[in-house]
């Protein structure tokens, strides 16, 4: 005997539960990345993003006020700006 509170839609067709299957594959891939965020960490935005390589693995957009950075993996130095 089935409990009366789960509901049975799919009424022998399997064509629902396969568009399903599709959609969560296709989630799944495009969550594959290479671990670096696609918006910047400060303001929330895209676009041109310098991606740090140390262990937070945030973005940024780097500009000259980001030369004080501490963060060595961005490669922010006073002589390259």
């Known amino acids: 005997m089935k409990p009366n509170f789960i509901?049975?839609?799919m009424n022998g067709?399997?064509?629902?539960?396969?568009?399903?299957?599709?959609?969560?594959?296709e989630c799944?891939?495009?969550?594959?990345d290479?671990?670096?965020q696609t918006v910047c960490a400060i303001c929330d935005n895209g676009d041109d993003l310098?991606?740090?390589?140390?262990k937070c693995?945030?973005?940024?957009?780097?500009?000259?006020?980001?030369?004080?950075?501490?963060?060595?993996?961005?490669g922010l130095r006073a002589e390259i700006m």
Do not use: M, N, P, Q
């Open 7 to 9: 509901v049975d839609d």
């Open 13 to 25: 067709e399997c064509g629902d539960e396969e568009l399903i299957f599709k959609a969560v594959k």
């Open 28 to 32: 799944e891939s495009d969550d594959e």
């Open 34 to 36: 290479d671990g670096f």
């Open 50 to 54: 310098t991606c740090c390589e140390g």
């Open 57 to 74: 693995l945030r973005a940024f957009h780097a500009t000259i006020e980001s030369v004080e950075s501490k963060c060595e993996s961005l």
